[in-house]
């Protein structure tokens, strides 16, 4: 069936560095993407959203970016600090809402000092 | 996470043993959602209720039930408990167009 997944499990980057997490997704009905930050012991905390009809959206030292014709999603933090370490998951959800999202797998952002 | 609150946050049950993991929102939200979350895996929609009294199954609602008893409160329930149900679940609430709200979460082990 069709899901959302994320290209690797870990990511290891200098502090201070900029950081990019990458996801694709299958599903072309999906017009509405959330990143999530989660870390140890809490629940997901929501970071940016994208809906379909825009390529980009930024946010404080975060970026999304996505790009429907190869179904690709992006997370771009810039100037990587220590709280940035947690597991990030992008999600999609086909329209309306109501009927919840789909998440990915997730990636460990570590940030090494 | 301000807003969604689960009860209780750990859990320990015996196989067969059955219990409710509560949920409350007060953020007058419509949608309400349980999801578990395994290790190496990512969030897994179990049950959701799109409004006040309507339940629907997500991907993985075998072995569970769900009340949505009023706006506020959406309740999940394992009548007889298998270590396949070792997870943490999560509870969360939507406002569209303003983001998904998760709960800190329940660690249920069963042995």
């Known amino acids: 069936g069709e899901s959302v997944g994320l290209h690797l499990p870990t990511l290891s980057v200098q502090e201070g560095d900029n950081s990019i997490i990458n996801c694709a997704y299958s599903n072309s009905a999906s017009d509405y993407f959330i990143w999530y930050k989660q870390e140890s012991g809490k629940g997901p905390q929501f970071i940016i959203d994208i809906r379909s009809n825009m390529d980009k959206r930024q946010g404080q030292r975060v970026t999304v970016l996505l790009n429907k014709t190869v179904k690709h999603l992006s997370l771009q933090i810039a100037a990587t600090q220590p709280g940035d370490s947690a597991v990030y998951f992008c999600?999609?959800?086909?329209?309306?809402?109501?009927?919840?999202?789909?998440f990915g797998k997730g990636t460990h952002l570590i940030i090494q000092p | 996470n301000a807003g969604v609150t689960q009860t209780p946050k750990f859990q320990v049950l015996k196989t067969g043993q059955s219990m409710t993991l509560q949920c409350a929102q007060d953020?007058?939200?419509?949608?309400m959602y349980w999801y578990r979350q395994d290790p190496g895996m990512g969030l897994r929609l179990i049950y959701y209720s799109a409004s006040e009294g309507t339940t629907d199954k997500g991907e993985v609602p075998n072995g569970y039930n769900v009340s949505r008893l009023n706006k506020r409160e959406f309740s999940l329930r394992l009548e007889s408990a298998a270590p396949s149900q070792t997870s943490v679940y999560f509870c969360a609430s939507i406002a569209p167009g303003q983001g998904y709200y998760f709960g800190q979460g329940t660690r249920l082990t069963v042995v």
């Open positions: 999600a999609e959800n086909m329209g309306g809402g109501a009927d919840g999202l789909t």
């Open positions: 953020m007058n939200h419509n949608s």
